[in-house]
Structures are given as C-alpha cells and as structure tokens.
C-alpha cells in the first residue's frame, strides 16, 4: 500500500516568514495530492491539491509543487500569519479507489 | 466544498456499550463515503471505504464485526462501534466524495469509552 512521509513534524516561523512543509510517496500509481489544515479539535480542511500531470500550483498565499519522479509533493506558506497555525496533513490517492493515505502531519505555529 | 454532517458531536459511554455514529452529507449525493479514526496527536487513519447499497470495505486491521457500517442512503453512512472498550476512544471522522478524489471531512465525534 501508499506508505506517505511528512517532515518536519513541528515548524515554528515568525508571522511574516515563509512555510515550508515536504511529503514522499511511495507508490508509483498516486495521482492526486491534497493538503489539508486542521484546527485543534476540528475537522480537517482541504486548503489546496495538485493532481499528477501539473508541476505547480498556486492559490494566494499557498502553493504545492509536485516532483514524481523523486515522488515528492511540498507545501509552501508565504507571508504567514498567525491564523496560519496548526496541524497540516499531506495526502496521496490513486485513481483506482481513491483512498487517502496522510502524512503524519506538521504543527505550524506561527509566532507574532 | 461539501456540506457534512456528523451526530453526535461527542459522546461519553460506559464500556460494553454500542455507540452509533451518522454521518450525512446534505448538499450532493455521495456514493461512496470514508471513516477515519484519528488519536490524539497522531494522523488520520482509514478503518472502511462505505458505498451505498453495498458492504463496506475494511482496511487491514479494522474488526468489521466491531465497527459496523452501514451506508443505507445516498446521504447517510452510520458507524456503530459495538461492544466499545476504552480504547476505543478516539476522534471518529467521516468524509465524502461526489466522485472522484476530493473528499470533505465531517465536523467528527469525539467518542470517550470509560
């Protein structure tokens, strides 16, 4: 099955600096690639995804960046802010049952 | 994204007891919908794919005759976690797919087994 690793498992940034989060994958026939951002005692929430045919892709301060040949997909956070803290999960799927497998999550805390 | 819904949102229950979680998406009709566990601080973990009118399909590990699902509707998957023992206590959270890969996660409940 997907085996997915995620580091680092704690980031601490000053507001305003960049975020940086990285995942691998292990198996060939992922194809999709969610992240999702989760507050203390809430549900997870789907912030951004890349598919496997687009290298990049941005959404205002958020972007992901895919390599499969290396298999590795990454978060990147500009300008944070302290709302930007919490726990971040990175996922991978296949197509042929679209099960996610999730990373073991980063907790953000951005310091004001 | 999706509208889900989870009930109850927490539940306190003595052990030995059968505890039935439901989860309901309210804006599209969902075929297939996911449970997840997740302890605390830890990731979170698939226990069954639930497809409607069918039987659920467990992943290595998850006791089906434990953690019972039940996908009746296009918009409600129920998980019944029998016999609950304090380890079952954990953070139980559904999610949704209109088809495809995107998947949206319900509010979860919060089970504590004494």
């Known amino acids: 099955g997907e085996n997915v690793e995620q580091h680092p498992s704690t980031l601490s940034v000053q507001e305003g600096d960049s975020a940086v989060i990285k995942c691998t994958y292990s198996d060939s026939a992922s194809n999709y690639f969610p992240w999702y951002k989760q507050e203390l005692g809430k549900r997870p929430q789907l912030i951004i995804d890349i598919r496997s045919n687009v290298g990049e892709k941005k959404d205002q301060r958020i972007a992901v960046t895919l390599n499969k040949t290396a298999k590795h997909f990454s978060l990147h956070i500009t300008e944070t802010q302290p709302e930007d803290s919490a726990v971040y999960f990175c996922?991978?799927?296949?197509?042929?049952?679209?099960?996610?497998?999730f990373g073991a999550g980063t907790t953000v805390t951005v310091r004001a | 994204g999706a509208v889900v819904s989870q009930h109850p949102s927490w539940v306190i229950c003595k052990s030995g007891t059968s505890v039935k979680i439901e989860c309901r998406s309210l804006?599209?009709?969902?075929?297939?919908m996911f449970w997840y566990r997740q302890f605390p601080k830890q990731s979170l973990m698939l226990m069954a794919t639930?497809?409607?009118?069918?039987?659920?399909?467990?992943e290595q590990g998850v006791e089906k005759d434990k953690f019972l699902i039940n996908h009746a509707s296009l918009t409600l998957s129920t998980l019944t976690v029998t016999s609950a023992h304090p380890e079952d206590s954990s953070f139980y959270i559904c999610?949704?797919?209109?088809?495809?890969?995107?998947?949206?996660f319900g509010p979860g409940t919060r089970l504590l087994v004494l």
């Open positions: 639930s497809n409607e009118g069918s039987k659920a399909t467990y």
């Open positions: 999610s949704v797919s209109p088809g495809g890969e995107t998947q949206y």
């Open positions: 996922a991978a799927s296949n197509s042929n049952d679209y099960k996610l497998s």
């Open positions: 804006d599209f009709q969902a075929t297939t």
